[in-house]
């Protein structure tokens, strides 16, 4: 079963978002290598993901990647549910939050809003809040912010 991730995730229902391509999540058993494959091409981009037996296992893979936006797989609820990821298991990730880019500060608005509702939900005005901010980081132009 692949799993809609990333900002398509969040976004797709606005009017105006122009993602750059569709991400996927794919759990599989698997031998052929250790935890996270990537397979990118034809504007998508599948992340195939060795399936664990417990889920301290997909926390212990994200915090040690160190790699910020890994957290965003774990802010998708089906992803959350299909390896028994609570909102009570979110805490343990904020140190990939305090490694977010500035492209995926998005990710932390999400975050936070979990963490505050208490569920894997967002209220409209916190899904506006996120996409704001997703859209400035990505009004550039040689690499300067171009003003509204």
Same mark, same amino acid.
């Given at each position: 079963? *692949?799993?809609?991730?990333?900002?398509?995730?969040?976004?797709?229902?606005?009017?105006?978002? /122009?993602? *750059?391509?569709?991400?996927?999540?794919? @759990?599989?058993?698997?031998?052929?290598?250790?935890?996270?494959?990537?397979?990118?091409?034809?504007?998508?981009? +599948?992340?195939?993901?060795?399936?664990?037996?417990?889920?301290?296992?997909?926390?212990?893979?994200?915090?040690? &990647?160190?790699?910020?936006?890994?957290?965003?797989?774990?802010?998708?609820?089906?992803?959350?549910?299909?390896?028994?990821?609570?909102? /009570?298991?979110?805490?343990? @990730?904020?140190? @990939?939050?305090?490694?977010?880019?500035?492209?995926?500060?998005?990710?932390?608005?999400?975050? /936070?809003?979990? @963490?505050? /509702?208490? &569920?894997?939900? +967002?209220?409209?005005?916190?899904?506006?809040?996120?996409?704001?901010?997703?859209?400035? &980081?990505?009004?550039?132009?040689?690499?300067?912010?171009?003003? *509204?």
């Amino acid at each position: 079963m *692949k799993i809609l991730i990333g900002s398509r995730y969040f976004f797709d229902c606005y009017e105006d978002f /122009n993602g *750059k391509d569709i991400d996927e999540l794919e @759990l599989i058993d698997t031998a052929e290598f250790s935890q996270v494959r990537q397979i990118t091409g034809q504007g998508r981009c +599948l992340f195939q993901l060795k399936r664990h037996a417990r889920t301290q296992e997909y926390i212990d893979w994200a915090v040690k &990647s160190k790699i910020g936006m890994v957290v965003g797989k774990f802010l998708v609820p089906e992803f959350c549910q299909e390896i028994g990821f609570t909102i /009570n298991d979110l805490p343990k @990730l904020q140190v @990939l939050i305090d490694r977010l880019d500035d492209k995926h500060k998005y990710e932390e608005i999400i975050y /936070n809003a979990y @963490l505050y /509702n208490g &569920s894997f939900t +967002l209220t409209q005005s916190q899904r506006d809040g996120a996409y704001q901010s997703y859209k400035e &980081s990505r009004r550039t132009e040689c690499g300067l912010k171009v003003e *509204k």
